[in-house]
Structure formats: structure tokens, C-alpha cells
């Protein structure tokens, strides 16, 4: 069974730009979690997305955005980019079981904010 | 709100000895609790988790973690370190808020083995 994927794996933006990430989850996962990981802050939770709706939500502006496709393929976009979004994002996606949240991660996306 | 607390920035072993990495957590109800290996430019690989019943877990790659709720902590073992076990290790705490997925990570600990 394939992995979580992601793409693009590597993308270099310049400030005030924005930017759409992709995310491809495991065959019959139905929920999808995105992650910002940065040296200074760790591993973030961005948001979640389950059945094309976000159920839940972590602590990050409204530039940060995401959805969800009838194929359980999500993106995320990130309007009006800043230095401090150059981060490591990873997408995770689970079954949708609520006795089951063990999530599985893709490789991410390296976003350079220049 | 759960949180997770790594002591550890940074562990060195030899190769061949034990290791032993702290977690500890703060949550409100029974935890979900895992630990992810992470090697540079990779993504997360899950090692174990727990959600109930017996409180030390197998993981792969040799690995195990006992949870200890009079603690709050759930703490990572191996008997023997390779060199290739050389990486960064995430403690995670899962929750469920309106039914959704959420981990809460540590800050990490990264594991140099010496040869």
C-alpha cells in the first residue's frame, strides 16, 4: 500500500507570495492532519480535515488555510508569506475511527520563505 | 490542554548500550501516547503507541516504551543502540477534541550514537 504523499517536496518562495501544498493520503484514509515543524517551535498542529470538513483547528493565523477533495486528497495555502513560514510541512493522515487516531506522516514539504 | 514534555535535547551513546529517552505528558483524560523517529529530511516514522491495556509496548526496530500514568510518563527503551538509530525522537499525546485528530509533540531529543 502507498504512503502518504506529498508534493512538491522542496518549493522557494519570496515574501508576500503565496503558496498551495498538496497532500495525497494512504488509500482509505479519510482524515488528513497538517504540521509545521520549525527549529524554534517544534512540531505545530495546523489543522485537520476529515470528510471534506475541518474538524479541527490549531493556533495559526487565517493565512493558513486548507481543504479537502471528495478523494480525500488535501491542500493547504499559505497567502501573504513571511520569513518565519519557512518550516517543514507535514501531512499525516489517519483512518477515520475515533479509538484510532495513530496517524502516518508523508516526507513534507520544505518551504523557503526569501 | 495536553502537552508533552521531553526532557532530553540531547542524548549520546555508544553503539551497544542502553538507551532510555523521557516523556513526560499532561493530559486530562487516558492518554494516547506515541513515539516517532524522525531522520534528517525524512518525515515521521512511528515506533509504538499506546492506548490501553498492557503498559509496555513493542515497537519496531527493537524498541519499547512503558507507560507509567502514577509518573505520567512514558519513556522509550532499547536494550542495545545501533549506529543507525542515529536521529531525532518525537513523544506524542493524541486527543480527541469534537471527535477530530490531534497530536500534541515534545520538543524532541536527538540521538547521536558514537561509534
Redesign the interface.
Known sequence: KAGVTQTPRYLIKTRGQQVTLSCSPISGHRSVSWYQQTPGQGLQFLFEYFSETQRNKGNFPGRFSGRQFSNSRSEMNVSTLELGDSALYLCASSLPAAVNNEQFFGPGTRLTVL | AQSVTQPDIHITVSEGASLELRCNYSYGATP?L?W?VQSP??????LL?Y?SGDTLVQGIKGFEAEFKRSQSSFNLRKPSVHWSDAAEY?C?V?A?????????????TQLKVEL
Open positions: 494516547y506515541f516517532y529530511g525524512q518525515g515521521l516514522q512511528l503507541k492506548f518525537f506524542a493524541g480527541f477534541g469534537g471527535g477530530g485528530n490531534k497530536l500534541t509533540f515534545g520538543t524532541g
